[in-house]
């Protein structure tokens, strides 16, 4: 299994918070970035946010102030904390996992996150 896992989405009202989570292979070592984008019905995917081995991120826009990255690296997994979430954040939500190793990139099979008003 080299595809990373998440887990976590689901449906929530508006103002409401959840957690996804993403864990990478644990046969694979070398993990560099770890980051979290999101795709809505009819629109590009698009980057949510990035954590790199050093522990900088980096946030989208739109979610700077209301999500949180983060990351266990000897679970390695990588965490997206959402609060006061909003309809237009309902999407399907992937995980990304960036190797050392010739930059090779895993993505996850995506997980549904819907925000009803």
């Known amino acids: 299994q080299v595809q990373p896992v998440e887990s976590g989405g689901g449906l929530v009202q508006s103002g409401g918070s959840l957690r996804l989570s993403c864990a990478a292979s644990?046969?694979?070592?070398?993990?560099?970035?770890m980051d979290w984008y999101r795709q809505a019905p009819g629109k590009q995917r698009e980057l949510v946010a990035a954590?790199?081995?050093?522990?900088?991120?980096n946030y989208a826009e739109s979610v700077q102030g209301r999500f949180t990255i983060s990351r266990d690296n000897a679970k390695k997994t990588v965490y997206l904390q959402m609060t006061n979430l909003t309809p237009e954040d309902t999407a399907v939500y992937y995980c990304?996992?960036?190797?050392?190793?010739?930059?090779?990139?895993?993505w996850g099979q995506g997980t549904q996150v819907t925000v009803s008003s």
């Open positions: 990304r996992v960036t190797y050392y190793v010739y930059g090779t990139i895993y």
């Open positions: 644990r046969n694979i070592f070398g993990i560099d970035a």
């Open positions: 954590t790199t081995a050093g522990g900088s991120t």
